[in-house]
């Protein structure tokens, strides 16, 4: 079964809860990917995000990343320009059908079709995309074609089989 490793990075009482009770964390994230719960593929991004909510949730202060190993059989690859172009006409299909405005965050785009589409719903189970951060290009990499600025993202999607496992707690970030 194909799967990758995942990071995600919350406060520790409820990494704790994801890791001991199996309660999922899911955001309603409209930019991004949507609803679900969002992954990292490296230990490195979870702890930049850790550092970027610190700076902007100052009143948690106890902050924990998570280890697991997501099954990716039913991966819908926004990083994949045939995904991309047929979710487009889906969207228009979508937007003709329903009367609204073709304009709308990805992540509002994304659940909109998940909820009329039955099929995406029962097919992907997990989203990946890619981020442009505008943080500086690591020095290692500087005059080469490889940059380290796109990180990939991942979002198990709320509603489907979950399709995680071997949860760990692997940090409790200070």
Known sequence: MPNIIGYHANDSNRCLEFVNYRTIINSEDTYWLGRGMYFWDNLSNAKYWVSEKRRKAQEVTDWSIVQVNIDIEKLLDLTDDDVLNTLMKLWYQYCAKSHRSTKA??????????????????????????????????????????????????????????????????SEVV
């Open 105 to 170: 965050p990805l992540g509002k785009k994304i659940d909109l079709l998940f909820g009329y589409f039955n099929f995406l719903s029962s097919n992907f189970c997990t989203i990946k995309g890619h981020g442009k951060y505008d943080r500086e290009q690591n020095e290692f990499l500087v005059g080469t074609y490889v940059v380290s600025n796109i990180k990939t993202i991942y979002c198990v999607k709320n509603g489907t089989n979950l399709n995680i496992y071997n949860r760990e707690f692997i």
